[in-house]
């Protein structure tokens, strides 16, 4: 049985602030549990909007933590644990955007197949990669692009 789709589960402090961050990059609440004592989220799936074409939704949910504090999580080394990749049409957007909502990526750069990547930390301090693909048909998809501006 070969395996569809996946979706990480990232344990946070706070569900909402995570979940501000993740709409940022383009996913929406799509599911939640509150709690039965206060009626705050203690877990939630969101998903991004899935293009045309693609089958399988890109999911992430969202589940408060017990045991790893913040400060904790924050404090490991780059690379330490997990590390999220997710694919854009448009890396410096995003880049662009979280700057301006007051993250602090590390710059794009160019990869060597012409794609363009950035990392920057949530609020969790979980390390997410963000990249726009390269190549040749993207690079036509780009020109044409130009050409009908």
């Not at 009626?39 to 899935?50: F, L, Y």
């Not at 074409?53 to 404090?75: F, I, K, N, T, Y």
């Not at 890396?91 to 007051?102: M, N, R, S, V």
Request: glycine share 8%; hydrophobic share 35%.
């Amino acid at each position: 049985m070969p395996i569809t789709a996946t979706t990480p589960l990232l344990n946070v402090a706070e569900i909402n602030r995570s979940a501000a961050f993740y709409r940022l990059l383009g996913f929406e609440v799509v599911a939640r549990t509150l709690s039965e004592q206060d009626g705050e989220a203690v877990w939630v799936m969101m998903q991004a909007e899935t293009p045309e074409g693609q089958d399988h939704p890109v999911r992430l949910m969202l589940a408060a933590h017990g045991g790893v504090s913040h400060e904790e999580r924050r404090m490991r080394p780059p690379f330490a644990g997990l590390v999220l990749y997710l694919e854009c049409d448009d890396a410096p957007g995003l880049f662009q955007t979280l700057h301006d909502a007051g993250y602090k990526p590390e710059p794009v750069v160019e990869l060597e197949n012409g794609g363009l990547q950035f990392f920057v930390r949530d609020p969790d301090g979980y390390e997410v990669a963000l990249t726009s693909p390269g190549g040749p048909d993207h690079q036509e998809d780009h020109q044409q692009d130009d050409q009908t501006q």
